[in-house]
């Protein structure tokens, strides 16, 4: 009965999400019928002659306006529906789980590894448990495996048992390898005795996550895969989350680029924070996600960028953060990356920022931009930046102010001009909303179709805010990290009527284990 009990919420729950949706699909496939058949009837007829034209017309005009926010809800649905998919990937039920990973959670119920020691009394029913459930004596026989992949997780030095235990249980399925230095380890060393456990199952590896030092990262790379080895990697992240000076990177880079043609054939994803790999490297072919983050200063010079958007025309994420870009005044390619949903490009200014911009015709059409305020004014040009914005169809806009103290002076300032009324979520980090007037939002065209705004950081009055926004389209706003200075008591409590309703959520950083599709992100 207790199980009943628990599964019926999420029972309920799916039938009406199902009965809902099958309902929706019936309607939507009515209404496509009729619109034809509304269509079909008009070319026919003179509409002159009825005499309910023009209130009929007036009604398809107010639909044809609904369906613009209908569709933006309806991505939404859609990527709500892929965060299910992806949890649902890795959230799998007990009897769904491998035969070898059910004999090895077995076997932990006589060791202290699933009970504090200090409690004694579950042992004896976990074990028991264990020991006489038919149950689960059925699942070890009969269930078949549909785990996608087993994770390795380490973030000790003496981990080759782990590993061992890894390789030993996860039967023949691909292994994901995470990696994390511990800096307070006084024998790195013992790093590589689990590269030895792993090399003769390397063929199992479809991704590597590496978090630590460039020097420890070489060290790993070399001993894991000798030269010419065969690679099946999909995924390759690598953070210095150390911080290593840069005259360090050289080791890391000779290492990484001999080993670089064994990943060309199945890398799809690669992620690097901290050091930079040259972009006519052979690894920037076929990609899906490709992210960068130098941490070198100044910004790191690249070139080629338009060769890898040839060689990766199917990519959905690209990141090119702190980034210049060599001139080439006689390349005109333009490419189309039509998959591109999410395209970063923060601390990149003026002239690198059109280049790489120019470069691209056309993304896909849930394109989301983000960019950065500079320091210095005369790095800045908001009419190219509003241009391009309009000319790539942005739907998704992230500007971040370096300083800390953005105004919103370049995004709303005036009341001409639609290059941004396609955008229909805005994202705003480090900016202040301490002195905007009434009815800021609503008295502009520039964000005639925004209906989410996402606050990262920065300083927020909340009754400026509110009445600033009041009147807008905006319906949903998210805030994290956000001052909100002290505000007098009779500005706190507002009618019930104003609108957006903050909420809180958290937002991943950039290149630290965030989705590859996902936005809005920190910068590390």
């Known amino acids: 009965m207790q199980t009943e009990t628990i599964d019926d919420p999420y029972l309920s729950t799916f039938d009406r999400w199902k009965k809902t949706y099958e309902r929706f699909t019936l309607a939507l496939d009515s209404l496509r019928k009729e619109t034809i058949g509304l269509d079909a009837i008009i070319q026919q007829a003179d509409m002159r002659k009825w005499s309910g034209s ?65 409690d004694q009394s579950q042992r004896p029913l976990l074990q028991r448990l264990c020991r006489t459930s038919r149950y689960l004596r059925n699942i070890v026989i009969r269930a078949p495996s549909l785990w996608t992949h087993v994770d390795m997780i380490t973030e000790r030095a003496d981990a080759s048992d782990h590993g061992k235990s890894c390789v030993q249980f996860s039967g023949r399925l691909p292994l994901h390898i995470h990696i994390f230095e511990d800096e ?66 050289n080791n890391f880079f000779s290492t990484f680029e001999a080993r670089s043609t064994m990943f060309e054939e199945n890398l799809r994803r690669f992620k690097m924070h901290g050091p930079f790999v040259p972009l006519n490297s052979s690894v920037y072919r076929g990609l899906t996600v490709l992210k960068l983050v130098p941490s070198e200063s100044p910004p790191t010079m690249i070139t080629h960028i338009v060769d890898v958007f040839v060689a990766c025309p199917d990519l959905c994420s690209l990141s090119l953060v702190s980034v210049e870009v060599e001139a080439h005044p006689d390349e005109t390619r333009r490419v189309a990356l039509p998959q591109l949903e999410v395209l970063d490009l923060r601390l990149v200014f003026g002239a ?36 391009h914005i309009k000319d790539l169809k ?19 300032g005036g009341t001409s001009g639609d290059e941004l009324s396609g955008v229909r979520e805005l994202a705003l980090v480090d900016y202040e909303m301490v002195d905007l007037p009434d009815n800021f939002i609503s008295n502009t065209r520039r964000f005639s179709g925004l209906h989410t705004l996402h606050l990262l950081r920065g300083t927020v009055n909340r009754a400026v805010f509110h009445r600033a926004f009041f009147g807008s389209a905006i319906r949903t706003v998210w805030t994290e990290g956000s001052i909100w200075p002290r505000e007098p008591q009779n500005q706190i409590h507002q009618p019930s009527e104003l609108v957006p309703l903050m909420m809180e959520r958290e937002y991943s950083v950039l290149c630290q284990g965030e989705g590859d599709l996902e936005w809005p992100v920190y910068t590390p």
């Open 54 to 118: 023009e209130e009929a017309l007036q009604y398809v005009d107010a639909v044809h306006e609904s369906l613009e926010t209908r569709i933006s809800e309806i991505r939404g649905i859609h990527l709500t529906l892929g965060t299910v998919r992806n949890q649902s990937r890795t959230l799998v039920p007990f009897n769904r789980l491998p035969i070898e990973t059910i004999v090895y959670i077995l076997s932990l119920a006589n060791t202290e590894c699933l009970v504090d020691l200090q």
């Open 184 to 249: 307070g380890s006084t024998r790195p060393y013992q790093y590589f005795s689990l590269a030895a456990v792993l090399r003769p199952c390397i063929g199992r590896i479809t991704a590597l996550h590496i978090k630590g030092s460039a020097q420890f990262a070489a060290g790993f790379l070399s001993l894991l895969w000798k030269e010419g080895t065969s690679s099946q990697v999909q995924e390759f992240y690598f953070s210095d989350h150390m911080v290593t000076s840069p005259p360090y990177y």
């Open 352 to 387: 690198s920022l059109d280049a790489i911009l120019s470069r691209i015709s056309r993304g896909s059409d849930n394109l989301a931009l983000n960019v950065s305020i500079p320091w210095d004014p005369d790095n800045w040009s908001e009419d190219m930046l509003r241009r």
């Open 394 to 412: 942005v739907v998704r806009l992230l500007s971040e102010a370096p300083t800390g103290r953005g105004t919103l002076s370049w995004l709303f």
